[in-house]
């Protein structure tokens, strides 16, 4: 089992900053992706950022150059650092990470694992 807690949201202005963390406890293995989605209210959740399970990073189209994925491996945290905010970019902010695990009959499955969300909220 993971436990993954979030924190950084809040409300900000259009083109102010916010930094998100996320940190996993319990099971954690490496070679996991971990990173952040996100759910506008009436939409369906999306991507924003993510590190891949090589160690790569994806974004989404709407926050690249805007946003920026790291990690302290040793912490087992994720940042995500979001700047020149846009009320678009309003959401639940979902900490997400995946990991290959050994079910109950010793087989390897995927198992995705989410925090409980923080709040985002760009005024205008």
């Known amino acids: 089992q993971v436990q993954l807690v979030e924190s950084g949201g809040g409300l900000v202005q259009a083109g102010g900053s916010l930094r998100l963390s996320c940190a996993a406890s319990?099971?954690?293995?490496?070679?996991?992706?971990m990173g952040w989605y996100r759910q506008a209210p009436g939409k369906q959740r999306e991507l924003a950022a993510t590190?891949?399970?090589?160690?790569?990073?994806n974004y989404a189209d709407s926050v690249k150059g805007r946003f920026t994925i790291s990690r302290d491996a040793a912490k087992n945290t994720v940042y995500l650092q979001m700047n020149s905010l846009k009320p678009e970019d309003t959401a639940v902010y979902f900490c997400?990470?995946?990991?290959?695990?050994?079910?109950?009959?010793?087989?390897?499955?995927?198992?995705?694992?989410w925090g409980q969300g923080t709040q985002v909220t760009v005024s205008s």
């Open positions: 319990g099971s954690v293995f490496t070679g996991n992706a």
């Open positions: 590190f891949t399970s090589a160690g790569s990073t």
């Open positions: 997400n990470l995946k990991q290959m695990e050994l079910d109950k009959s010793d087989l390897p499955r995927l198992y995705t694992y």
